[in-house]
């Protein structure tokens, strides 16, 4: 009940067009749900998060889509751009909780090809 | 405001050996915690820190593994008797939770690699 499965596992998308990463999870009582960017090498940045009481959030070209009866939700990079390619990782956790502890999804290898 | 620094970036060891992994958060950040990340997989939560005080720990943490953090500032955690199994990524990840409300977001470091030879 504590994981979050996220899909693709890799994913090739043409320069300019939209890339859509998908997370499920199980746990009813996540009530955050950021999403991480990763270059290799490097640790995990902090990119867009959401909490259950919207359906979407945008930032630039980044959007993040929330089904909460579904418990699913998305990112969409808008304009993929090569500077984009990197692994992207979900997230969940319980903010009222103790620990403020993420757990993350599988994540996903994202190319973009110029 | 310089981010979560950790230290070393890579340490390479003989199997058996204790190592030890510094990680230092962004000032005046609250919460400290230890993440593992294996090759292809999403980082797994170890252990937090609220201040100085260690509240949670993971099945991960075996009793070879042991994390301090002095004084709620800087943090470190030691691996004793190291195994192959150990080799992964550690990270660190700082935030700051207020007295009455909910959690902010993690900042992570760039961790420090491990590999057991």
């Known amino acids: 009940q504590q994981q979050v499965k996220q899909s693709p596992q890799s994913l090739i998308v043409q320069k300019g067009g939209i890339s859509i990463i998908n997370c499920a999870y199980e746990n009813t009582a996540f009530d955050y749900f950021p999403w991480y960017q990763q270059f290799p090498g490097k640790g995990p940045a902090l990119l867009i998060a959401i909490r259950p009481d919207v359906s979407e959030k945008k930032e630039g070209r980044f959007t993040i889509s929330f089904n909460k009866s579904a418990k699913q939700f998305s990112l969409h990079i808008m304009d993929s751009q090569p500077g984009d390619s990197a692994t992207y990782f979900c997230a969940a956790s319980i903010r009222g909780s103790n620990t403020g502890k993420l757990i993350f999804g599988q994540g996903t290898t994202l190319q973009v090809k110029p | 405001d310089t981010g979560v620094s950790q230290d070393p970036r890579h340490k390479i060891t003989k199997r058996g050996q204790n190592v030890t992994f510094r990680c230092d958060p962004i000032s005046e950040h609250n919460r400290l915690y230890w993440y593992r990340q294996t090759l292809g997989q999403g980082p797994e939560f170890l252990t937090y820190?609220?201040?100085?005080?260690?509240?949670?720990k993971s099945r991960l943490l075996s009793d070879r593994f042991s994390a301090e953090r002095p004084k709620g500032s800087f943090s470190t955690l030691e691996i004793q008797r190291t195994e192959q199994g150990d080799s992964a990524m550690y990270l660190c990840a700082s935030s700051f939770t207020p007295p009455t409300g909910s959690h902010q977001p993690q900042h992570f470091g760039d961790g420090t690699r491990l590999s057991i030879l």
């Open positions: 820190f609220q201040n100085e005080a260690q509240l949670e």
